[in-house]
């Protein structure tokens, strides 16, 4: 940033006054602050930072994006509180998905996999056979209800399971 100072004299005043102006505003595209126009629109960005916390190299996202390595390093290290939450988060569900295998998750029916993926991190499974919705213990027919409500959202068709057009019933009323 360019500074410009002069001094003046204003009417009837016994005193000199220094002026000091700050130039720089609209050049190259940059603003007083120092932050220029985003690279990326946020949904890109978020695309960008969750291959980067799978494991992609600066090379692989630059190619892909349509951006310099640079400029993918330096998101990377902007964002990477952003990054190790994203990374904890693939942890987790590997630990999940580790669990249920080890449980004979193996075993679990077509419609039950397809529920778990449709939810995608809002289930979990604990020992013993217990699940877990939201947070909150569930059986498998109310997962089964909820990931029907986000098919049905998305435009899919439901996953039938036994017992589950009651719930739904009662839940669209």
């Known amino acids: 940033m360019k500074m410009k100072a002069y001094t003046i004299q ?11 102006v700050r130039r720089g505003a609209g050049q190259g595209g940059k603003t007083l602050g120092g932050k220029g126009k985003p690279l990326l629109d946020p949904a890109t960005r978020q695309r960008l930072l969750a291959e980067a916390a799978e494991g992609e190299s600066d090379a692989e ?7 310099s390595e640079q400029q993918v390093r330096r998101l990377r290290h902007n964002n990477r509180v952003k990054l190790q939450a994203l990374r904890r988060d693939l ?22 996999r397809l529920a778990f993926r449709t939810l995608n991190g809002r289930t979990a499974v604990l020992r013993r056979g217990a699940f877990l919705l939201d947070g909150r213990p569930a059986d498998l027919r109310r997962i089964v209800a909820a990931a ?10 439901p996953i039938r399971y036994p017992g589950v057009a009651p ?6 009323r």
């Open 10 to 20: 204003p009417a009837g005043q016994p005193h000199r006054v220094t002026v000091v």
């Open 61 to 67: 996202l630059a190619a892909e994006f349509g951006l």
């Open 91 to 112: 942890a987790a569900r590997a630990e999940v998905e580790e669990e249920t295998e080890a449980q004979g998750a193996g075993e679990v029916s077509p419609p039950l």
């Open 148 to 157: 029907n409500l986000v098919r049905a959202a998305a435009g899919e068709a």
């Open 167 to 172: 719930l739904i019933d009662r839940a669209c």
